[in-house]
């Protein structure tokens, strides 16, 4: 099995525990949430199926001892290999939607074809539509979004993240773009850590990040843009190891986004 699936497999166990892990189940007890969880079917890398309380809490002891890592299925020889599509085109899929999501499967395909990763005559399209849906690849699985609907009663519960463009810096005659980063806790709307930066990239919001973890200790939901940089499955796996839930808003919503929005405008203003 090539890497890509085995971290989505193991972003998709953490999915599941991630609210054990963090203690923001909704359900009165544990038990409550394992068997609402269990009684769902799923779509994963591997197969579609249930999945038995016993296997998340397995999922769940794993992390508690290994962290992340303790979540990729073990490399095998005999299970999990696509009797059509060869490898490199599975990683070459996977990478390619979850870096643009809403690549369709044609396109791909055709690409697929064009650098000689499959055969028009062997592999037809609606192979490659087959691995993306049980891989969980296609564009609402990877939207991951989530709207606020409701107020988080204290703080570290839930932060926000957003990021805006700020003034034009003259450095030697050249005019350089700024951005400024913040996070904000959604609960007292302090803005935790803000910084400004020549680059929009993972290295600029992991600094916020991790000076804000710095101040204040680590949040159980990280709400997020719906950009490249936080869909990143960098990202994602750090916050998998930070026990932190991530999460996304909706493109073109901004009322998921309003408090920290708000202060970008006050910011500006």
């Not at 999990?80 to 396109?107: H, Q, Y």
């Not at 539509?129 to 609402?140: A, G, V, Y």
């Not at 009322?255 to 708000?262: A, F, M, P, V």
């Amino acid at each position: 099995m090539d890497e890509n699936l085995r971290q989505s497999v193991a972003l998709f166990r953490y999915s599941l525990i991630a609210p054990l892990v963090t203690g923001t189940f909704t359900q009165v007890t544990a038990k409550e949430y394992l068997e609402e969880v269990s009684a769902k079917e799923y779509t994963t890398p591997l197969s579609t199926r249930e999945y038995a309380p016993a296997t998340i809490k397995e999922w769940l002891r794993l992390y508690r001892r290994y962290g992340i890592d303790g979540l990729y299925p073990k490399i095998r020889s005999d299970k999990g290999k696509s009797r059509n599509l060869p490898d490199e085109a599975k990683e070459f899929i996977v990478s390619t939607k979850l870096n643009s999501p809403k690549r369709s499967a044609k396109s791909i395909y055709q690409e697929l074809i064009a650098k000689g990763h499959v055969n028009y005559y062997e592999i037809s399209l609606s192979t490659v539509q087959r691995f993306i849906s049980k891989s969980n690849l296609s564009s609402k699985k990877l939207e991951g979004v989530e709207r606020l609907a409701f107020e988080f009663e204290s703080p570290n519960k839930c932060w926000q993240s957003d990021i805006s463009v700020g003034p034009y810096l003259s450095i030697n005659g050249k005019k350089h773009k700024t951005y400024i980063m913040a996070i904000l806790d959604y609960s007292s709307r302090l803005i935790i850590h803000t910084e400004a930066f020549f680059k929009d990239n993972l290295l600029s919001l992991l600094s916020v990040l991790k000076k804000a973890v710095s101040k204040k200790g680590i949040p159980k939901k990280l709400f997020v843009d719906n950009g490249k940089v936080c869909k990143s499955v960098q990202m994602q796996f750090i916050c998998a190891n930070l026990s932190t839930i991530l999460s996304f808003a909706r493109p073109y919503s901004p009322e998921s986004k309003g408090k920290i929005e708000r202060w970008f405008r006050t910011l500006q203003d």
